[in-house]
T-cell receptor
Framework: DAKTTQPPSMDCAEGRAANLPCNHSTISGNEYVYWYRQIHSQGPQYIIHGLKNNETNEMASLIITEDRKSSTLILPHATLRDTAVYYCIVTRAGNQFYFGTGTSLTVIP | DAGVTQSPTHLIKTRGQQVTLRCSPKSGHDTVSWYQQALGQGPQFIFQYYEEEERQRGNFPDRFSGHQFPNYSSELNVNALLLGDSALYLC??????????????FGSGTQLSVL
């Protein structure tokens, strides 16, 4: 499975959009991009996933570049409760999910 | 609809002992994956069970073993505990082969401390 690269930490002002980048330059055509987040001492929570097209749900938007080598998770109006570690995972259907060290997002009041 | 449940929530053992952790998957899910998460690290994949068989395995020694029951629940067993086995153990369930792309749903984990 393709490996991912994420910045170790980011800050975002409350109420502003949080844009979390992920590089996955070795992604294969049948690999999906998933985003999970983990609030301290809890299990990771599914946020969103995509293959080629941009996706949006009630939690976030996922923007995947045309060459699929990178993506951005967008939290449109960050709140203090969005403070968490965010993991970008690339995997094909039926394969294990590899969690790196993620991006620690801190939302500042 | 209950999500993924794990028991116990906390456990303290001593070196050399054995431990069993339990997981009940989300309703409608048939696959259980186990992860180990050390402090400050991301979850590391241990293994996955589907149809009562170990389907995939990560880079963990044979001291880590598991089982899946006909009702899809699962156990993780760790023998000859080491201090380095202290971690949060996470169970995730999913549904393989369904119409939707697989998504993992996680429990809250079991915090294991080895003294």
């Amino acid at each position: 499975d393709a490996k991912t690269t994420q910045p170790p930490s980011m800050d975002c002002a409350e109420g502003r959009a949080a844009n979390l980048p992920c590089n996955h330059s070795t992604i294969s055509g049948n690999e999906y991009v998933y985003w999970y987040r983990q609030i301290h001492s809890q299990g990771p929570q599914y946020i969103i996933h995509g293959l080629k097209n941009n996706e949006t749900n009630e939690m976030a938007s996922l923007i995947i570049t045309e060459d699929r080598k990178s993506s951005t998770l967008i939290l449109p109006h960050a709140t203090l409760r969005d403070t968490a570690v965010y993991y970008c995972i690339v995997t094909r259907a039926g394969n294990q999910f590899y969690f790196g060290t993620g991006t620690s997002l801190t939302v500042i009041p | 609809d209950a999500g993924v449940t794990q028991s116990p929530t906390h456990l303290i053992k001593t070196r050399g002992q054995q431990v069993t952790l339990r997981c009940s998957p989300k309703s409608g899910h048939d696959t259980v994956s186990w992860y180990q998460q050390a402090l400050g690290q991301g979850p590391q994949f241990i293994f996955q069970y589907y149809e009562e068989e170990e389907r995939q395995r990560g880079n963990f020694p044979d001291r880590f073993s598991g089982h899946q029951f006909p009702n899809y629940s699962s156990e993780l067993n760790v023998n000859a505990l080491l201090l380095g086995d202290s971690a949060l153990y996470l169970c995730a369930s999913s549904r393989l082969g369904g119409a939707e792309v697989e998504k993992l749903f996680f429990g809250s984990g079991t915090q294991l401390s080895v003294l």
